[in-house]
């Protein structure tokens, strides 16, 4: 469930024209090649629909996401769009993805044999794109065996199956070694050679990551998946370094001050009884907290009052969080978790190092009780 509305003062900013502009950004550099957008995960909690919208508009050729319901969703809002499904699915539903002209990923023999079967009566082919495990150990065709048990599959039900792809993705493209990322070229490409009797001028290679097309536009073939790189975020620190993009952030979190109070030493903050003024201090409370996405591991870390950075202090709680301030600020006043406030800005990145995670991470945790509210200027 999304929420359309925004009583509580909390939400999230998502910059349309930002993702245009990534997305123009890459297909300049790759002018003829097929662009597919991964928004997987609720578009990494930007939002399925305004971004899927935004990136075709700007030139994507088709849409990747993880499963045939995430497929479907988009297949009802573009009917006309391609849709390749990354993940694995049940073979009992390939009935669904030919009737939408949803295009699957498949590796396993028995898959193509079981889906094969249920497709015996269609009229339509069910266009697949196969994967091969290089190095990443996910999912993907790991050996020659199973290689050619899959092209005896596909063989059989030929008349059910249309080879539109095989991809292969990189474990390592976005580190500055680069032995693993060569390991998995020249895996690829052996295993590329096996599938020649099954291959068609029309069977798109796409091979290249947002870390891979960033970084080695010679080794692209003819198509590339553009994931983090859409909504403004490198892949990681060593690709942002290298790197000759210029990306746009587009996600910002913001809410505003609920209520402000003077404490006085000695007197306490939240569950625990954990933080203890030591002297006269602003505390402001914010109407965010875990049950947004916002977890107690963030106590400590810091949000925007007016340019003025507060430190969040005591635990944050599901609905609600406190902030340290420099001063008496009037209910109402704007609080900036992600994004600029003041000449101030937090990333996505500061948010992950401080969570010792990734940037892929933060804006996919922000739950769906938290609005976006979509900026098109």
Same mark, same amino acid.
């Given at each position: 469930m999304e929420f359309s509305t925004n009583f509580r003062h909390t939400w999230a900013e998502v910059d349309l024209t930002a993702i245009k502009k990534n997305?123009?950004?890459? $297909?300049?550099?790759?002018?003829?090649?097929?662009?597919?957008?991964?928004?997987?995960?609720?578009?990494?909690?930007?939002?399925?629909?305004?971004? &899927? /919208?935004?990136?075709? /508009?700007?030139?994507a050729d088709a849409l990747a996401v993880a499963s045939l319901d995430e497929a479907i969703l988009l297949r009802d809002a573009f009917p006309e769009a391609s849709i390749l499904v990354m993940g694995w699915t049940d073979p009992r539903y390939v009935s669904i993805a030919v009737e939408s002209n949803i295009e699957l990923t498949a590796f396993q023999a028995e898959w193509f044999s079981q889906a094969g079967s249920v497709l015996k009566d269609k009229q339509e082919q069910l266009k697949i794109h196969i994967k091969?495990?290089?190095?990443?150990?996910?999912?993907?065709?790991?050996?020659? =065996? /199973?290689?050619?048990?899959?092209i005896e599959e596909v063989t059989k039900f030929s008349s059910e199956f249309e080879m539109s792809g095989i991809f292969t993705h990189f474990a390592t493209a976005d580190s500055f070694d680069l032995s693993y990322y060569e390991k998995q070229m020249n895996y %690829?490409?052996?295993?590329? =050679?096996? %599938?020649?009797?099954?291959?068609?001028? /029309?069977?798109?290679?796409?091979?290249?990551?947002?870390?891979? &097309?960033?970084? %080695?536009?010679?080794?692209?073939?003819?198509?590339i998946r553009f994931g983090i790189g859409l909504y403004g975020l490198y892949p990681s620190k060593e690709v942002e370094e290298v790197s000759s993009?210029?990306?746009? =952030?587009? %996600? &910002?979190?913001?809410?505003?001050?609920?209520?402000?109070?003077?404490?006085?030493?000695? =007197?306490?903050? &939240?569950?625990g009884a954990t933080y203890e003024a030591e002297t006269e201090e602003w505390i402001g409370t914010v109407p965010i907290g875990y049950g947004d996405g916002w977890i107690r591991k963030l106590q400590g870390f810091e949000v925007l009052v007016e340019g003025e950075k507060s430190e969040i202090v005591g635990r944050i709680c599901m609905d609600q969080l406190m902030v340290r301030l420099p001063k008496g600020y009037p209910v109402g006043t704007k609080v900036t978790l992600i994004g600029e406030n003041g000449g101030? $800005?937090?990333?996505?990145?500061d948010v992950a190092d401080y969570l010792e995670t990734i940037n892929y991470e933060i804006p996919c945790i922000i739950t769906n009780r938290v609005p976006r509210i979509y900026l098109t200027n």
């Open positions: 997305l123009k950004m890459i $297909r300049q550099n790759y002018p003829n090649k097929r662009i597919y957008v991964a928004v997987k995960a609720n578009a990494y909690g930007h939002g399925y629909i305004p971004v &899927s /919208e935004a990136a075709l /508009e700007a030139g091969i495990d290089s190095g990443m150990g996910r999912i993907g065709i790991k050996t020659k =065996e /199973e290689a050619y048990a899959v %690829f490409y052996g295993m590329l =050679e096996i %599938f020649s009797p099954i291959r068609t001028p /029309e069977t798109q290679i796409h091979i290249g990551n947002t870390a891979a &097309s960033m970084r %080695f536009p010679d080794d692209m073939v003819d198509g993009y210029q990306l746009n =952030e587009a %996600f &910002s979190l913001q809410s505003r001050l609920a209520h402000v109070k003077k404490m006085k030493p000695g =007197e306490h903050i &939240s569950y101030q $800005r937090i990333r996505i990145d």
